[in-house]
Each structure stands twice: as structure tokens, then as C-alpha cells.
């Protein structure tokens, strides 16, 4: 995990807590991955980290979403993505178990990918956004 970059530690620090909880519950490899990732990075106290790790903090798909969009920008930096997805990925598949939750915030993660961003036409990304607001509005009902 050497390759977050120090601008952006804190925040990765804080996408990466909030994805553990986007399931309700963080696993014992979860946990244990972010121990390590703020002991490596420096960036909170063990007090501090087993705070964040012990105190339920319910967190939606929508929130960590928008954690993304704010970590990335409007023009992401393909470094930036590559070190958010290798730590977003590594963190959820540490457990080795899945939960939907988790499989579709990394979709929401590859939708970002800078380079797919370039390939697409204004149209679209405008599918695109059409179609998470179908899919938004089917799990509300």
C-alpha cells in the first residue's frame, strides 16, 4: 500500500473505513487490513483507528460514492484511480467474502476509471447516468 500518495492518505483513509462498513459489519481481515494501512501511512493512533473500527457507523453505497467522486474530482488523475481501486479492492476482497454492497460500489469505482471516462461521448456518459437513476429508483420501491 506504499503507493497512496501523502495528499491523499487521510482521505483514502477515510473511503476505505467507510467501505468496511457499507455492509454493516467489519471483518476481523477488514479490520486488520486497516490497522495496517494506517500504521504503514501514519495516519491516525491505534486509539484513534480502533474508534473508527469498533463504533458502528452505518454507511450507505450512495456516501461512499460520493467519497469517491470527492477523492477523484471532476478529472480524475489515472494515478489517484489506480491507487483508489488496488485499495478499495484489496480491503473488500481481504475477507474473502463479498457482499453486494461491496460488488457494486467497485462497479460504481470502474465507471470512474479515467480512461473509459476519455472513450465515452457525452451521450454516453448521459446513458450511463440514465441508467443509475432507473437502477436507484428500483431498489427504492
Same mark, same amino acid.
Given at each position: 500500500m506504499s503507493q497512496i500518495t !501523502?495528499?491523499?492518505? +487521510?482521505?483514502?483513509?477515510? *473511503? =476505505? /473505513?467507510? /467501505?468496511a462498513w457499507i455492509d454493516? !459489519? *467489519?471483518?476481523?481481515? !477488514?479490520?486488520?487490513? @486497516?490497522?495496517? *494501512? %494506517? %500504521?504503514? +501511512?501514519?495516519?491516525? &493512533? #491505534?486509539? !484513534? /483507528?480502533? %474508534? @473508527?473500527?469498533t463504533n458502528y457507523q452505518a454507511t450507505s453505497s450512495q456516501e461512499c460514492y460520493q467519497l469517491l467522486e470527492k477523492y477523484l474530482g471532476s478529472n480524475p488523475n489515472p494515478?489517484?484511480?489506480?491507487? =483508489? =481501486?488496488? %485499495? /478499495? &479492492?484489496?480491503? *473488500?476482497?481481504?475477507?474473502?467474502d463479498i457482499a453486494t454492497e461491496e460488488a457494486s460500489l467497485l462497479t460504481q469505482i470502474?465507471? @470512474?476509471? #479515467?480512461?473509459? @471516462?476519455?472513450?465515452? &461521448?457525452?451521450f454516453d456518459q448521459l446513458i450511463g447516468k440514465i441508467q443509475q437513476l432507473y437502477q436507484a429508483g428500483l431498489k427504492n420501491k
Open positions: !501523502e495528499n491523499n492518505n +487521510q482521505d483514502l483513509f477515510e *473511503i =476505505l /473505513v467507510a /467501505v454493516g !459489519e *467489519i471483518q476481523l481481515e !477488514e479490520r486488520e487490513f @486497516l490497522e495496517k *494501512i %494506517a %500504521a504503514e +501511512q501514519n495516519l491516525k &493512533s #491505534p486509539t !484513534e /483507528v480502533q %474508534a @473508527l473500527l494515478a489517484d484511480y489506480d491507487n =483508489l =481501486l488496488s %485499495a /478499495v &479492492s484489496s480491503l *473488500i476482497y481481504s475477507d474473502n470502474q465507471n @470512474l476509471d #479515467p480512461q473509459n @471516462l476519455k472513450k465515452h &461521448s457525452a
